[in-house]
C-alpha cells in the first residue's frame, strides 16, 4: 500500500488533480455567471422587445446547456481522471514492490474490513480513503455497482477491478 501512495507522489498525481479541480471550477463559475443571467433576465430581460424572437429562444437554451449541463461534464470528466490516476497508481505501486498480488491481497483485506465496519467519515473526505469508508457493502453489491451509474460518480474505481488488474500482471520486475 505505500508503494501505491508513493506512486501518487511519483506520478504527480496532486498537481494534475489541482489543475483538473481548478478547470473544474472554472466551469463552475461559468454555471453560475450563466445561471445569473437567466435569473436576473439576460440578453436584455425583455426590456428590449427585439430580443424575444427565436434568437432569444437559442441564447436561453445556450445559457441552460452551460448553467446545466457543462458542470455536469466537468464533474464526471474530473471523477474519470481520478479513477484512471487510481489505476495509474495501482500498476506503479505494484511494479515498484515487484508483486501485483501483494497488493490485491491488501485491497481485499481493506474492503473486507470496511464491509464489516463502516467509518463515519464526512462524505466529502471519502475520495482521502484507500477504500470507499462509507460503505457497508459486500464484493457482491460493490461488483453490481462497478455497472451501475454510480460508478461514474466514484472517485474510485470498482476494488474487484483493481483487483483483478492487479492479479493479470505478472509478478517480478
Known amino acids: 500500500m505505500i508503494a501505491h501512495e508513493l506512486a501518487h507522489v511519483g506520478n504527480r498525481d496532486t498537481l494534475i488533480m489541482t ?3 481548478t478547470i473544474a471550477m472554472a466551469i463552475a ?3 453560475t455567471f450563466a ?18 424572437g427565436p434568437g432569444a ?5 445556450g445559457l441552460l446547456v ?13 471523477l474519470a481522471i481520478s479513477r484512471a490516476r487510481e489505476y495509474q ?8 514492490s515487484g508483486n501485483p498480488f501483494a497488493l490485491a491481497d491488501a485491497l481485499e483485506k481493506l474492503e473486507m474490513g470496511s464491509a464489516r465496519r463502516p467509518m463515519k467519515v464526512n462524505e466529502a473526505t471519502a475520495h482521502l480513503y484507500i477504500v470507499n469508508p462509507l460503505s457497508g457493502s459486500s464484493h457482491t453489491h460493490q461488483a453490481m455497482r462497478a455497472d451501475s451509474l454510480s460508478s461514474l460518480f466514484s472517485t ?14 505478472k509478478s517480478g520486475w
Open 19 to 21: 489543475m483538473v479541480a
Open 29 to 31: 463559475m461559468i454555471a
Open 35 to 52: 445561471q445569473f443571467a437567466m435569473l436576473f433576465g439576460g440578453f436584455g430581460g425583455g426590456r428590449n422587445r427585439e430580443n424575444s
Open 57 to 61: 429562444i437559442v441564447g436561453i437554451l
Open 66 to 78: 452551460v448553467a446545466i449541463v457543462f458542470p455536469l461534464v466537468a464533474t464526471l470528466v474530473r
Open 89 to 96: 497508481a495501482d500498476a506503479t505501486g505494484a511494479r515498484t
Open 156 to 169: 474510485h474505481p470498482p476494488i474487484q477491478e483493481r483487483v483483478r488488474r492487479l492479479r493479470n500482471m
